[in-house]
C-alpha cells in the first residue's frame, strides 16, 4: 500500500506549470519544470526564481521565557536576538550530533521558527518535552512558504511592496505583500540574495501568481535547490548534518553563539554542549566536512567512497552534483583530518575507477547576501 502524499497549498499551480513531481518528505513536490533543473539553477543566478518551500514546518514560541527557553535547545544566542532580526541554528542531542537545523527570527511578540520537513515532527516532540508552562508552542498549519531567490529577486519584491527593498540580510519584517500580511526574511537556501516569505494559505496561489508574471521568475524545483545550495556550500539536513555528527566536525564553529562557547556569559546549557565544547577546546575530532570539486567531467554522488593515492579509505561524499555555474563536478563530505587542507588531491570511487578530486574552499560560488 503507497503512502498517501500530502501536498502544498500550491500543489495545483504546480502541475498546471507541468512540474514533474516527485515524493519528498511526504509531501508531492516539484523537482523540476519544463526549463529543466540546468536552466533553472543558471536562471536563478542570473534574475530570480521562485521556490515552493511550505512543506517545511513554521513554528512559534510565545511568551516572555521564549528566547531563554530556546538557548537551552541551541547553541545560539537567542535571547539577544534583536526584533526583526533572523539567525541560524541547530538542536544538538546529548551525544553533541545534530538533530536538525532550522531558522529562528524574533517578531517582537513571538519567535518564529522554521525547521526542516523530514524533522517537523520529531522537532515539535523535542520542543514539547521540555517546553515549561509559561511558554506556548504554536504548530502553524494555515500558512504556504514561499522563496523568492536571485539578483533580481529585491527589485521584484519592492514591487509589491518598498519597505523590501530597505532590508538587509536576516532582516525580518511583516510586510502587506498583494493585500496579504506576510513574514519575510531576507535570506534563503542559494546564496543568492533573495526572500523567504511566509504567506496564509488561502492567499498563496494569488502572491504566487503575481510574482511569477513578472518576466524576471521562474519556477524552480528541488534539483536546481539542491545544485543551488551546493554550490554555495550550503548543508543539507540529513545529507551532511545527522544526529551523529557534531558542529565542530561539521565544521560549522560559525553556528555556535560566541557567548555560548566556554568563556561566555551563557556557556553551555544546551544538549551535549560538554561535549562540543570540550572540542572546540581540544580540536579532537578524527573527521571534518570539506569542500571538492571535480578534476574530471564525472559527477561524484552521495555515498561514494573517498581514497588516498595509495588506495586507503579515507571518507565519504555526502553531497554531490555537476554545478551548472562553475561547469565542474561539485561535492562535499568527509574526511579524516590528513586530507582536510585546501588543495589536497583524493579520489572517488565511481562504478570501480578513481576519479581525481581537489579539496577545495567552499563556497565554490561566491554567496551574494545583500549586507547593506
Excluded at 524552480?220 to 558542529?247: F, K, Q, V
Excluded at 567512497?305 to 586507503?312: M, W
Aim: proline share 4%; charged share 20%; hydrophobic share 40%.
Amino acid at each position: 500500500m503507497t503512502e498517501q502524499l500530502l501536498t502544498t497549498p500550491l500543489h495545483a499551480l504546480h502541475l498546471e506549470a507541468s512540474a514533474k513531481m516527485v515524493p519528498f518528505a511526504g509531501y508531492d513536490m516539484p523537482v523540476q519544470y519544463k526549463l529543466g533543473v540546468k536552466k533553472e539553477h543558471l536562471h536563478c543566478r542570473a534574475q530570480a526564481g521562485l521556490f515552493d518551500v511550505s512543506h517545511m514546518g513554521q513554528l512559534r514560541l510565545i511568551g516572555e521565557n521564549a528566547s531563554a527557553f530556546m538557548e537551552t535547545l541551541v547553541p545560539v544566542d537567542i535571547i539577544d536576538l534583536p526584533a526583526g532580526k533572523q539567525r541560524y541554528a541547530f538542536f544538538t542531542n546529548e551525544q553533541g550530533g545534530i538533530s536538525d537545523d532550522l531558522m529562528v527570527t524574533n517578531f517582537g511578540d513571538h519567535l518564529f521558527v522554521v525547521v526542516n520537513a523530514a524533522c517537523k515532527t520529531q522537532d515539535i516532540k523535542h520542543i514539547q518535552a521540555t517546553l515549561p508552562s509559561d511558554v506556548q508552542l504554536e504548530i502553524i498549519e494555515d500558512r504556504a512558504l514561499l522563496a523568492l531567490q536571485g539578483p533580481q529577486a529585491a527589485t521584484v519584491l519592492s514591487k509589491l511592496n518598498p519597505a523590501a527593498n530597505d532590508m538587509v540580510f536576516m532582516d525580518a519584517l511583516k510586510l502587506d505583500l498583494a493585500g496579504v500580511e506576510c513574514y519575510v526574511s531576507r535570506s534563503g537556501y542559494t546564496g543568492e540574495d533573495g526572500y523567504e516569505i511566509s504567506v496564509p494559505a488561502a492567499q498563496a496561489d494569488t502572491l504566487a501568481r503575481q510574482l511569477l508574471s513578472d518576466d524576471a521568475v521562474e519556477w524552480i524545483g528541488l534539483g536546481a535547490r539542491d545544485s543551488l545550495r551546493l554550490e554555495c556550500g550550503l548543508c543539507l539536513y540529513g545529507h551532511d548534518l545527522d544526529p551523529t555528527t557534531t558542529p565542530v566536525e561539521a565544521s560549522l564553529l560559525w553556528g555556535i553563539s560566541k557567548n555560548r562557547r566556554s568563556d561566555g556569559e551563557r556557556a553551555g546549557g544546551f544538549p551535549g554542549s560538554d561535549l562540543i565544547l570540550d572540542q572546540i577546546k581540544t580540536k579532537n575530532v578524527t573527521r571534518k566536512r570539506i569542500g571538492l570539486i571535480g578534476q574530471s567531467k564525472a559527477p561524484v554522488r552521495e555515498g561514494t567512497k573517498l581514497f588516498d593515492a595509495d588506495d586507503n579509505e579515507i571518507g565519504i561524499v555526502t553531497s554531490g552534483t555537476y554545478g551548472p555555474s562553475i561547469k565542474k563536478p561539485v561535492a562535499m563530505g568527509f574526511v579524516t583530518l590528513a586530507f582536510t587542507a585546501i588543495d589536497t588531491e583524493v579520489f572517488a570511487e565511481v562504478r570501480g575507477k578513481k576519479l581525481a578530486m581537489t579539496v577545495s574552499k567552499m563556497p565554490f560560488v561566491a554567496q551574494s547576501y545583500f549586507r547593506g
